[in-house]
């Protein structure tokens, strides 16, 4: 059986393009992943006092005045400092250090980010303050 070299460079072309592909489509999957456990740690830890939206507009986060997770001012602080309250705790919240490992705390920052408005949208409006 003869090789045909010609046909080599679309073979490489193939293999480059691809790679990129697969690569992308992966990381995809694997920050929906991410943000799929989130929700989970979310609801299970956070939603009590912060509520399904983040606003902390639940008769428990009224209460203890806890932080609308949706709010520019939360919303600018960087992953290490969400991850460092959710560790230690701030305020009113308890800590989750011994409750929560690192992958669900990464991944429920990252959920905390998914909460934020969309451009033009206000947070306010939805929360219904």
């Not at 003869?2 to 046909?7: D, W």
Request: aromatic content about 4%.
């Amino acid at each position: 059986m003869k090789l045909r070299l010609k046909n080599l460079p679309l073979i490489v072309t193939l293999t480059v393009v691809a790679g990129p592909v697969g690569a992308i489509s992966s990381s995809f999957a694997a920050a929906q992943g991410s943000q799929d456990s989130g929700a989970g740690v979310y609801k299970a830890k956070c939603a009590t006092c912060h509520g399904q939206d983040g606003s902390g507009n639940t008769p428990v986060g009224k209460s203890l005045k806890v932080a609308d997770l949706r709010s520019a001012e939360v919303q600018k602080k960087t992953d290490a400092e969400l991850a460092q309250s959710v560790v230690e705790g701030k305020g009113n919240m308890p800590s989750f250090k011994s409750s929560t490992t690192e992958d669900e705390i990464h991944a429920v920052v990252m959920y905390v980010r998914s909460l934020a408005p969309k451009a033009g949208s206000d947070p306010k409006k939805h929360s219904g303050n």
